[in-house]
């Protein structure tokens, strides 16, 4: 393509902020048409729009160098159906006609196209647009998001750069749609990290049979092609013919093979690779060892049909997607084939057939590297915790290295709007490379996995390291000046909240201050799904995190999601002081139904107040004298209604905003302590184990 400096055209759209300008505009007219509920809706309609855009764009560009060279160009499509055609057709037209020759000509025209030359053009225009829809319903509104497409010139440079970058963020956007179906997306850095890691050559065949919209296809395009140095035909040519996709459901299909078109040259060798089907369909006997580098991240929680599991050894048979597809790249790959893929926490500390698919991915592949990814990174598709494994095939495992990618600043974490960044993978390389032993990093020989039974769970030896390095005396000097300085802070706070002026509070009983929503987060228990749990300390000593688990290790039929800032007790030891609201941190996870939920009525006050409240003995007292009960099963058990009956002091409005935030910083400090107190019973915990790991480590090579 003749490609054209935007300084040589006067057009309105010509760089990145004015086409995701327009394509936010665009997005605002098709909220209006009632055809187009979701973005599951409208952004593929928006894609093959701007497919057809830029195929037009691409025509004529082409037809241009025919001239240039003073030969012929056959145009891919009839005059009637290029875009210019019909939209200067339809551009003026104020009836309903434009949508009957879109839904009757044009979308089965362009299914309908064949050709019987290799890489031919017409046969990935009619892969793309076999399954297309039009799903809108208003003329009008149809013709003013034709309008807007008009105005994108993909002959300017900048334009065929920038809508790489905005059709990723179109995809993005409709996976953030769909998250509750298990396709999560994986962020752009991660794949690129991986593609880095893994260091794919030219030449070597490249897998992802979970392809989804091909992120991390493009990404090792691109990634090639620099290495490649040249946009050199036959370079471009030998890159595409080496990428193969899988997809199982027909639209992230459809995304992409548009994907792969719109950052690449359109040719039939490139789409050709992109199956339609189900990568796990085949007897696991059947599978060739064929392919040089696997990278994916399959579906989380996925349940296959019986005749699927069938398909795999006895010990290996389950319904989890994940696990079946980790049985597959371990078959699919060469020998010397390497592989990275996303799994869920669970599948470092699980047993029956995900131990039996750890031993076999220990004895017969090299499971060099396991990437500790932090919590949010699938935010918010998902809050359970997701690791990188990166292996060989060929040899057994020897050891281990662990690297744990480090978190945002200031203890917080990654979600939807604090994603994760490519710069938080440049220390993450550096442990790569050096394989120093950090808080970070860390190194566990194979036979210390193999004689825990498989569990991967990660152990850190940095805390004996760290002691054997006499550091513990200038980390206790540290924590020592901290407590002390949070604990004048803290006795400043508790004057304010518990000796308070009295004119300043009134007395309210919890059923006027809090609604319960347990009904409303009830959700019956998928086999297939994994769920994250959590439980209450005593003593107000807040929530933790138990393990994940898979539903068919649930006994109970239902569970009960919490969400950020709900109030929750445990009703068998309300007693002891087991109350809590929820952190952000531990949205959507789960509880058992002896955990009551509530919300605060209307804004009257905080869920992080009332549970600061809870904290004091006087109330643990009031909660005693009610928690009786007729059995010696629920003689100390706290029912709703005894609860709701309780009374609390609120700070009156004048005085709400003050004290409220004088709660919350007496939270975080709490949570300070908290967090020094897990570092110590951690490395307690963790020094026998250490001392005998760095006893013999040097015999363990």
């Known amino acids: 393509?003749?490609?054209?400096?935007?300084?040589?055209?006067?057009?309105?759209?010509?760089?990145?902020?004015?086409?995701?300008?327009?394509?936010?505009?665009?997005?605002?007219?098709?909220?209006?048409?009632?055809?187009?509920?979701?973005?599951?809706?409208?952004?593929?309609?928006?894609?093959?729009?701007?497919?057809?855009?830029?195929?037009?764009?691409?025509?004529?560009?082409?037809?241009?160098k025919a001239v240039e060279r003073k030969s012929e160009y056959t145009s891919i499509l009839k005059e009637k159906y290029k875009w210019k055609d019909w939209f200067d057709s339809f551009k003026n037209s104020s009836d309903s006609s434009i949508l009957i020759f879109i839904n009757e000509e044009l979308l089965p025209y362009l299914a309908s196209l064949k050709s019987k030359q290799?890489?031919?053009?017409?046969?990935?225009?009619?892969?793309?647009?076999?399954?297309?829809?039009?799903?809108?319903?208003?003329?009008?509104?149809?013709?003013?998001?034709?309008?807007?497409?008009?105005?994108?010139?993909?002959?300017?440079?900048?334009?065929?750069?920038?809508?790489?970058?905005?059709?990723?963020?179109?995809?993005?956007?409709?996976?953030?749609?769909?998250?509750?179906?298990?396709?999560?997306?994986?962020?752009?850095?991660?794949?690129?990290?991986?593609?880095?890691?893994?260091?794919?050559?030219?030449?070597?065949?490249?897998?992802?049979p979970a392809v989804g919209t091909g992120g991390f296809l493009v990404e090792?395009?691109?990634?090639?092609?620099?290495?490649?140095?040249?946009?050199?035909?036959?370079?471009?040519?030998?890159?595409?013919?080496?990428?193969?996709?899988?997809?199982?459901?027909?639209?992230?299909?459809?995304?992409?093979?548009?994907?792969?078109?719109?950052?690449?040259?359109?040719?039939?060798?490139?789409?050709?690779?992109?199956?339609?089907?189900?990568?796990?369909?085949?007897?696991?006997?059947?599978?060739?060892?064929?392919?040089?580098?696997i990278m994916t991240n399959p579906p989380f929680g996925g349940e296959e049909e019986e005749y699927i599991v069938n398909n795999f050894p006895k010990k290996g048979r389950t319904a989890e997607t994940a696990i079946l597809f980790i049985q597959y790249i371990m078959k699919?790959?060469?020998?010397?084939?390497?592989?990275?893929?996303?799994?869920?926490?669970?599948?470092?500390?699980?047993?029956?057939?995900?131990?039996?698919?750890?031993?076999?991915?220990?004895?017969?592949?090299?499971?060099?590297?396991?990437?500790?990814?932090?919590?949010?990174?699938?935010?918010?598709?998902?809050?359970?915790?997701?690791?990188?494994?990166?292996?060989?095939?060929?040899?057994?495992?020897?050891?281990?290295?662990y690297i744990q990618a480090p978190s945002p600043d200031l203890g917080k974490k990654y979600s939807k709007t604090n994603t994760i960044s490519s710069k938080n993978f440049i220390e993450v390389r550096e442990l790569w490379n050096n394989r120093?032993?950090?808080?970070?990093?860390?190194?566990?020989?194979?036979?210390?996995?193999?004689?825990?039974?498989?569990?991967?769970?990660?152990?850190?030896p940095i805390h004996f390291t760290l002691l054997q390095k006499s550091n513990y005396k200038k980390t206790i000097n540290e924590v020592n000046t901290l407590i002390k300085d949070l604990t004048n802070h803290l006795e400043d706070l508790q004057q304010t909240i518990f000796t308070p002026n009295k004119e300043d509070w009134e007395i309210k009983r919890l059923k006027d201050l809090i609604i319960e929503v347990s009904i409303e987060r009830k959700e019956l228990v998928n086999p297939s799904k994994e769920y994250t749990f959590l439980g209450i300390s005593g003593e107000s000593k807040g929530p933790f995190l138990k393990k994940s688990i898979n539903g068919t290790e649930i006994k109970a039929n239902n569970v009960y999601r919490v969400e950020k800032n709900d109030l929750v007790y445990n009703r068998l030891f309300a007693w002891k002081g087991s109350f809590t609201y929820i952190p952000e941190k531990m949205n959507n996870?789960?509880?058992?139904?002896?955990?009551?939920?509530?919300?605060?009525?209307?804004?009257?006050?905080s869920s992080e107040f009332l549970s600061f409240y809870m904290s004091h003995p006087i109330f643990w007292a009031e909660v005693?004298?009610?928690?009786?009960?007729?059995?010696?099963?629920?003689?100390?058990?706290?029912?709703?209604?005894?609860?709701?009956?309780?009374?609390?002091?609120?700070?009156?409005q004048l005085k709400r905003k003050e004290i409220e935030h004088k709660v919350k910083e007496l939270l975080n400090l709490r949570n300070k302590f908290q967090e020094l107190r897990l570092i110590f019973n951690q490395v307690l915990d963790d020094l026998p184990k250490q001392m005998v790991l760095e006893v013999f480590k040097n015999n363990s090579k």
Not at 230 to 236: A, E, G, N
Not at 436 to 460: F, G, K
Request: net charge neutral; aromatic share 8%.
């Open 220 to 293: 090792s395009m691109k990634y090639l092609t620099k290495k490649g140095e040249t946009s050199d035909l036959d370079v471009d040519k030998k890159i595409n013919s080496s990428l193969f996709g899988i997809e199982k459901k027909a639209l992230p299909y459809l995304l992409c093979l548009m994907n792969l078109i719109l950052h690449s040259k359109p040719n039939r060798t490139l789409l050709k690779a992109i199956t339609r089907g189900n990568a796990l369909i085949d007897p696991i006997d059947d599978i060739n060892e064929s392919i040089d580098i």
């Open 118 to 208: 290799e890489e031919d053009p017409h046969d990935i225009i009619s892969l793309i647009f076999k399954e297309i829809r039009n799903p809108i319903e208003s003329s009008a509104l149809f013709r003013q998001i034709v309008l807007e497409i008009n105005k994108i010139d993909f002959t300017v440079l900048e334009q065929v750069h920038n809508l790489g970058y905005i059709y990723e963020t179109l995809l993005k956007g409709m996976r953030d749609a769909a998250g509750n179906s298990g396709e999560f997306y994986t962020p752009r850095p991660v794949i690129k990290f991986i593609v880095e890691q893994l260091n794919p050559e030219i030449g070597e065949s490249i897998l992802d």
């Open 332 to 401: 699919r790959l060469k020998p010397d084939g390497r592989c990275a893929l996303i799994v869920p926490n669970g599948f470092l500390f699980g047993d029956g057939a995900v131990r039996y698919v750890k031993e076999q991915l220990m004895k017969k592949f090299d499971l060099h590297h396991i990437v500790l990814l932090p919590e949010g990174v699938f935010a918010p598709y998902t809050t359970i915790p997701t690791n990188i494994l990166f292996f060989d095939k060929g040899k057994p495992t020897q050891e281990i290295h």
């Open 589 to 605: 996870c789960y509880v058992s139904n002896e955990f009551p939920i509530f919300k605060p009525k209307d804004d009257m006050i």
């Open 436 to 460: 120093e032993v950090t808080n970070l990093s860390w190194i566990v020989p194979a036979e210390i996995v193999h004689n825990n039974s498989y569990d991967l769970s990660p152990q850190n």
């Open 1 to 64: 393509m003749t490609i054209k400096k935007s300084s040589e055209i006067n057009k309105e759209i010509v760089n990145l902020q004015d086409l995701a300008r327009s394509i936010k505009k665009i997005k605002s007219i098709m909220r209006k048409d009632a055809g187009l509920s979701t973005d599951l809706e409208r952004i593929p309609l928006l894609s093959w729009l701007l497919f057809l855009k830029w195929l037009d764009n691409w025509e004529i560009e082409q037809s241009k």
């Open 624 to 652: 005693e004298n009610k928690s009786r009960g007729s059995t010696p099963g629920s003689r100390n058990r706290l029912h709703q209604k005894k609860f709701l009956e309780l009374t609390v002091p609120i700070p009156k």
